[in-house]
């Protein structure tokens, strides 16, 4: 069965950092495309950053690029996703997802992050 808890959300203050973890089971690492999203309040869940099979390729939207970093570790099947020079515009729901190699989607309940002074 496959399972994701996303942990390492909370307040934090504009220009301040989080590290957001995602313990995986029933999966292994190298097998699939892992992936952040977000959802603000009243807005849809989208995309922030994702890191490929391989693990040598990884994506960022225009918005985090340089702040963000995702990573995994294979050993503890843990993804990771630093997060640095946090801005309010940053605040929301960050899910954690996995995507198989036939196209199967598994998520997170998610972990909340809010940027405030």
């Known amino acids: 069965q496959v399972r994701l808890v996303e942990s390492g959300g909370g307040l934090v203050q504009p220009g301040g950092s989080l590290r957001l973890s995602c313990v995986t089971s029933?999966?292994?690492?190298?097998?699939?495309?892992m992936s952040w999203y977000r959802q603000a309040p009243g807005q849809e869940r989208k995309l922030v950053t994702f890191?490929?099979?391989?693990?040598?390729?990884?994506y960022y939207i225009d918005a985090v690029r340089g702040r963000f970093a995702i990573s995994r570790d294979t050993a503890t099947n843990t993804v990771y996703l630093q997060m640095n020079s946090l801005k309010s515009e940053d605040t929301a729901v960050y899910y954690c997802k996995a995507r198989s190699e036939e196209g199967y989607d598994y998520w997170g309940q998610g972990t909340q992050v809010t940027v405030s002074s």
């Open positions: 890191i490929t099979t391989t693990g040598d390729y990884t």
């Open positions: 029933g999966i292994t690492l190298s097998q699939w495309q």
